[in-house]
């Protein structure tokens, strides 16, 4: 058994998930510092659109493309394995011929739509999610035991509690006694829960093998541009509107450029918390740069500001006002079952502490998104937008929210 060292000046990364919204631009960023990147993608989020017929607003390069212009406009090489995370044999592979110092794990089925779409989706989903972690796991400890696992998780593993959220561990007094453990997860769809079950997998892993882990409990991401992919439109990154796989700022600029009335969810009142894709790479940079010590589970709350729905389409309708467009926001049926009006206060402290310096949600950052979408809004494919994934479609006796958590 090999052990790695960790932080070198220059690292090995790798990078699951790698030609994807967040893989990508990611990869180009660490590539720049110098660090030798691999990355591994099996192409699935190319895939599940071709299967609903979407497709990215912006125009994306092949992976081979993105490689090519990135080692013209750069003068650097990314490396790039194309299989399957849950494919035990291909991952062990991929690490041992690598040795990477760092595996940040973008490599999953990221859209709750799409879990609740079906049972076969749900399964899907999970299967790739929890398999594809746990085989990741499983590779780490038999080749590289020292390595940090950078693993994004998500803030809707918590869910909406009537009480403050803390950074993935609370102490509870019980019975008088007291212990801090892993803060309780009410996640809001079958992918936000297949999210739980990877931290629970990654803790287990870090407890028991002392493994180093950092688990990001990301909010939503909005943006298109980072440094790396404004240098040429081949090294664009994917950007989407649909139902299933546009979150709700991005879809909400695209509806307003297009005219369509901004889908607002039910009341309007639901709050999460939201971040800059360039905010992203940074977090992402400060988790790897800065890494949890053998056996330790770290978890961040990755998000630097938090909104309701109904702000984010007023800022978007005031935004898109200015420069011409009028914008209608309406309330559609909520097809989630999610609290529509809730308390939410999640810590969100870490990250500072390691120097993130947030992009707040600005007027100027609108504008240039719809600017963006403007230029290709003739892909706009607008069967796309309305909402049709509903969690609960036979409306069950029973499915709904219980009464307590809807007070
Ligand atoms: P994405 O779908 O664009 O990126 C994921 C990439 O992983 C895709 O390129 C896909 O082809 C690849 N992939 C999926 N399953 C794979 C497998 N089994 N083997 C190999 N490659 C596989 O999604 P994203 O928006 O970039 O999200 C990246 C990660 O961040 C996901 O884990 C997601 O859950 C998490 N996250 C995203 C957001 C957001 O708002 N975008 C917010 C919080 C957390
Ligand atoms: N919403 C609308 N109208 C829309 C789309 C969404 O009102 O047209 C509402 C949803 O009902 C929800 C909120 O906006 O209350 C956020 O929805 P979303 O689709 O933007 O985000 P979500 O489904 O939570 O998933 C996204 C990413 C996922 C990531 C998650 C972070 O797709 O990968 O894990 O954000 S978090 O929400 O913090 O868990």
Same mark, same amino acid.
């Given at each position: ?260 009335? #901004?889908?607002?969810? +039910? ?5 999460? =918390?939201?971040?800059?894709? %360039?905010?992203? !790479?940074?977090?992402? @940079? ?64 870490? #990250?500072?502490?390691? +120097? ?5 949600? =600005?007027?100027?950052?609108? %504008?240039?998104? !719809?600017?963006?979408? @403007? ?33």
């Amino acid at each position: 058994m090999l052990i790695v060292p960790v932080i070198s000046a220059v690292m090995r990364i790798l990078i699951l998930g790698g030609d994807g919204y967040l893989g990508w631009p990611t990869a180009m960023r660490f590539s720049d510092r110098g660090h030798d990147v691999t990355i591994v993608d099996n192409f699935a989020r190319r895939r599940w659109h071709l299967d609903q017929s979407t497709d990215s607003l912006v125009p994306i390069s092949s992976l081979q493309d993105r490689l090519d212009a990135w080692e013209r406009v750069s003068g650097r090489r990314i490396e790039a394995r194309v299989g399957c995370i849950e494919d035990g044999e291909f991952l062990d592979k991929v690490v041992a011929d690598f040795l990477p110092e760092a595996v940040i794990h973008y490599g999953e089925q990221p859209s709750a739509p799409y879990s609740m779409r079906s049972r076969q989706t749900a399964v899907e989903t999970q299967q790739t999610n929890v398999i594809g972690t746990l085989n990741l796991l499983f590779s780490m400890r038999e080749h590289v035991p020292d390595a940090h696992l950078i693993k994004l998780g998500t803030m809707g593993e918590y869910g909406t509690p009537n009480i403050d959220i803390e950074e993935g561990y609370i102490e509870i007094e019980h019975n008088g006694r007291k212990d801090t453990l892993p803060f309780p997860k009410l996640p809001a769809s079958l992918y936000h829960a297949s999210k739980v079950h990877d931290s629970t997998n990654i803790h287990f892993a870090s407890r028991v093998w002392g493994l180093r882990a950092t688990d990001l409990n990301q909010g939503v991401v909005y943006g298109i541009e980072t440094d790396e992919t404004a240098l040429d439109p081949a090294l664009a990154t994917r950007f989407d509107y649909d139902e299933t796989f546009g979150t709700v700022l991005n879809r909400f600029c695209v509806q307003a450029v297009i005219g369509h009335p #901004l889908t607002v969810y +039910g009341a309007g009142g639901q709050t999460r =918390g939201y971040l800059n894709i %360039r905010d992203t !790479l940074r977090c992402v @940079e400060l988790a790897t740069l800065n890494p949890a010590d053998r056996g330790e589970f770290r978890v961040f709350n990755q998000f630097t500001e938090q909104f309701t729905v109904s702000e984010l389409a007023e800022l978007v309708q005031r935004c898109a006002g200015e420069v011409g467009y009028q914008v209608a926001i309406e309330s559609f049926p909520n097809p989630r079952v999610e609290l529509e009006s809730h308390y939410y206060n999640p810590k969100h402290q870490k #990250l500072l502490d390691l +120097g993130l310096e947030p992009h707040p949600l =600005g007027e100027e950052l609108v %504008r240039s998104v !719809l600017s963006t979408i @403007e230029r290709h809004r003739d892909r706009v494919i607008q069967r796309a937008i309305t909402p049709r994934t509903k969690w609960n479609p036979g409306e069950l006796e029973g499915g709904a929210l219980s009464a307590a958590q809807k007070a």
